[in-house]
């Protein structure tokens, strides 16, 4: 079956980078968006950036352009997000989610089925 692992969180300074990674397993990885989505105590979910199924298109929401990749290595089967000068609005829990259809366009207007357990980033000094 599918499965989507985090991992990678934990408590950093502003300013700190991190790198989280989701290993997937349970169907063809290469062929689907993959998405980093992050959620707030007392916020709604928010889909920080999405890549395409081949790693040449990603998008990212205004808040962390600049800071923030996404990157994939469909070799290893794991989607990456790599942030930098993280700031204490960063806090959040870091999912990883599969893309409904293959081969689908890397935009914000997708549908995910599949969500990982999520990853805590705590960014506080």
């Known amino acids: 079956q599918v499965q989507l692992v985090e991992s990678g969180g934990g408590l950093v300074q502003p300013g700190g980078s991190l790198r989280l990674s989701c290993e997937a397993s349970?169907?063809?990885?290469?062929?689907?968006?993959m998405s980093w989505y992050r959620q707030a105590p007392g916020k709604e979910r928010e889909l920080v950036a999405v890549?395409?199924?081949?790693?040449?298109?990603?998008n990212y929401v205004d808040s962390v352009k600049g800071r923030f990749t996404i990157p994939r290595d469909n070799a290893k089967k794991t989607l990456y997000l790599q942030m930098n000068s993280l700031k204490p609005e960063d806090t959040a829990v870091y999912y990883c989610?599969?893309?409904?259809?293959?081969?689908?366009?890397?935009?914000?207007?997708?549908?995910?089925?599949?969500w990982g357990q999520g990853t805590q980033v705590t960014v506080s000094s």
């Open positions: 890549i395409g199924n081949s790693g040449r298109t990603a």
């Open positions: 349970g169907f063809t990885f290469s062929r689907y968006v």
């Open positions: 989610a599969k893309d409904r259809l293959p081969f689908g366009v890397a935009s914000f207007r997708n549908t995910y089925d599949y």
